[in-house]
Nanobody, 124 residues
């Protein structure tokens, strides 16, 4: 069983930056692809970014490409989401998720384990 705990959310102004962290425990972290998803009020949860088990492959939603960067530290069992140039439309609860395989996917149904989420609010 993998446990995931997100941190780093908060209230910021448009244009600011935040770095989200997701600490994993249980299992062998380097074997798992990791993803970040988000859910805005009244909307469905959507894919943000994903990273393969080795960290060499990444994928981003078009809406965040060039502004967000996903990375991981397999020695620390942690995945990060660096968010720059934040916009009000980035306001959402951000969730970290883990697959049971090292290959990344964008479909949230491919992810077996989920954190509880961290709130990111961007004011205009």
């Amino acid at each position: 069983q993998v446990q995931l705990v997100e941190s780093g959310g908060g209230l910021v102004q448009a244009g600011d930056s935040l770095r989200l962290s997701c600490a994993a425990s249980g299992g062998t972290f380097r074997n798992y692809a990791m993803g970040w998803f988000r859910q805005a009020p009244g909307k469905e949860r959507e894919f943000v970014a994903a990273i393969g088990g080795s960290g060499s492959s990444t994928k981003y939603a078009d809406s965040v490409k060039g502004r967000f960067t996903i990375s991981r530290d397999n020695a620390e069992n942690t995945v990060y989401l660096q968010m720059n140039g934040l916009k009000p439309e980035d306001t959402a609860v951000y969730y970290c998720a883990s697959r049971s395989s090292w290959t990344l996917r964008v479909d949230q149904t491919e992810y077996a384990y989920w954190g509880r989420g961290t709130q990111v609010t961007v004011s205009s």
